[in-house]
């Protein structure tokens, strides 16, 4: 998403990833172990501190030794003969084939007329101006994090002003370049070049797309802060040059309301509510995903429906078979967004009864198929991050050369050397084979000695407010998806 504060790739996967945490086993200068091996607290400090723009906080070290802890147990699964097969991929395997229920579901009831007229897609064409480009440039104001009325109200009489004097006739480049806190687009006089509807946020698009050309908007508020926008150029392809992307667009219309439209014929009668303490487990559950709940824990109701609901055993499942960094999201996710996951939860409940009473069933075939596909994806990571087919070197064992080609593959990984690959769901079967843990008091040491390291060396903290050092090239990423979603986008896949 652009205007977004980016930072290096590796950052942006980390800044998301937990795991839980505990001390069991572990001693007081060691940060992980993994099988049988243990990664210790000044080795781990010593791949961060060089590194100035990875912050020396302990959930950050905890999502660094997280992909020490996975790609060991990789390495381990695909270097001992048989282990690769010891996995147990059920957990997966139910939820692809719940995804095939519904995707035959989505066949079998959502059946809109695909034919699309040539009249069509010119009315859409020359009505709702599709396919159009707009170039613009904009000032972007912050508010401070935490911002009282006061620093609130300032910022909106600036963006005003600053509104007020383009349309004076002062240089809008000029007044980009002095204010805007884009820090990327300020230094171009705030230009954006072309782009598209769907590129930037909506709230910012619906206002660009309706400036005549040389017209300076009104104050656009957005989620990144105070906008004023200056229509550049304007313009929109030959309609032989769009015709078939506008079909198919037209077509993913259609789709996208009659999903709508049946999503609402089955929860409608189904009449879901949401219990009063759904968020208050939920959190706890997300928190804690291997507590054990009782049976009365277990079958309590987070939401009901006519003649089903969605327990909390139901939901502790649903978290244990997510990568750590959804599962992270699910603990964090803002209130307001509790009750949307409960909810896409619940649909999703509906849909596989639904599917299960048109007597919808998967080939047992397709998810053998899919499970051996799923075990050739660890092969194919594990090649590529160089940890298969490891040879112990002289007076070394197996587990002696996986430790130390993992720990030097972190080493690179950390200084942006190497591309990740994160294993995502594949990671669970891994951890639910072998032993991981990590020690809380670890990261916190870890994290310490990350400071005094870098004051030993003289590395300096890059990682902090805009306007320091920029990212390493190449190495730039969008911010976090959120866990729900936050439009009417389907349901159904």
């Known amino acids: 998403m652009r ?43 010593g791949m961060i501190a060089p590194v100035g723009q990875i912050p020396p ?25 048989g282990e690769l097969d010891r996995l147990d991929l ?44 707009v170039r613009a440039r904009h000032i972007l104001l912050f ?85 004023v926008i200056l229509l550049e150029e304007r313009r929109s392809p030959e309609f032989e040059q769009v015709q078939g992307g506008l079909r198919v667009e037209i077509q993913r219309e259609r789709i996208a309301r009659a999903e709508s439209i049946y999503i609402a014929n089955l929860e409608g009668p189904a009449d879901v509510q949401i219990a009063e303490d759904a968020e208050r487990i939920l959190r706890e559950i997300a928190g804690d995903p291997e507590q054990r709940l009782g049976r009365r824990a277990a079958d309590r109701p987070l939401t009901t429906f006519e003649g089903g609901s969605l327990t909390a055993g139901e939901f502790q ?15 964090t996710v803002p209130s307001d967004q509790v009750e949307e996951l409960l909810r896409t939860l619940t649909r999703d409940e509906l849909l596989l009864r639904d599917a299960r009473e048109r ?43 996986i430790d130390r080609v993992v720990k030097d593959l972190m080493v690179r990984l950390v200084r942006g050397e190497r591309d990740l ?3 995502g769901s594949l990671a669970i079967p891994l951890r639910n084979l072998y032993a991981a843990e990590t020690s809380r008091s670890g990261l916190e040491t870890t994290a310490a000695r990350i400071l005094e390291l870098r004051r030993e060396e003289g590395v300096g903290d890059l990682f902090g407010p805009p306007g320091g050092q920029a990212p ?22």
């Open 421 to 423: 690959a994160p294993l």
């Open 3 to 45: 205007f977004a504060r980016s930072l290096p790739l590796f950052l942006v996967v980390v800044a998301v990833a937990l795991s839980g945490c505990g001390d069991r086993g572990l001693g007081p200068d060691s940060v992980a172990r993994a099988g049988d091996l243990v990664l210790g607290v000044e080795e781990t400090a």
């Open 143 to 227: 508010f401070p994090e935490g911002a009282t009325p006061a620093q609130t109200d300032s910022v909106r009489t600036l963006a005003v002003e600053l509104r007020e004097r383009a349309l004076a006739g002062e240089s809008f480049a000029a007044l980009a370049e002095e204010y805007s806190e884009d820090l990327g687009s300020a230094a171009e006089g705030g230009d954006l070049g072309f782009f598209s509807r769907g590129d930037l946020v909506p709230s910012f698009e619906d206002v660009a797309f309706d400036l005549e050309t040389g017209e300076v908007s009104e104050v656009v508020e957005t989620d990144f802060g105070l906008h």
């Open 90 to 133: 059920a957990p997966l395997l139910e939820q692809e084939e719940m995804q095939l229920m519904i995707s035959a579901l989505r066949e079998q009831v959502v059946r809109p007329d695909s034919v699309v007229s040539d009249d069509e897609i010119r009315r859409a064409f020359e009505e709702e101006r599709m396919g159009e480009q």
């Open 57 to 81: 906080d302990p959930e950050v070290v905890e999502a660094v030794t997280d992909f020490w802890i996975e790609y060991t147990l990789l390495a381990y699964a695909v270097n001992r003969e």
């Open 359 to 401: 007597g919808i069933t998967v080939d047992p075939s397709q998810l053998d198929e899919i499970e051996g596909a799923m075990r050739q994806e660890y092969l194919r990571i594990a090649q590529f991050l160089e940890l298969s087919d490891l040879q112990p070197g002289e007076g070394e064992s197996l587990d002696e050369t």
């Open 472 to 493: 390493p090239p190449g190495l730039d990423a969008p911010g976090d998806e959120p866990l729900v979603p936050e439009d009417d986008s389907p349901v159904l896949p």
């Open 317 to 331: 499942e649903f978290v244990l078979n997510q990568p750590t960094q959804v599962r992270q999201q699910i603990a």
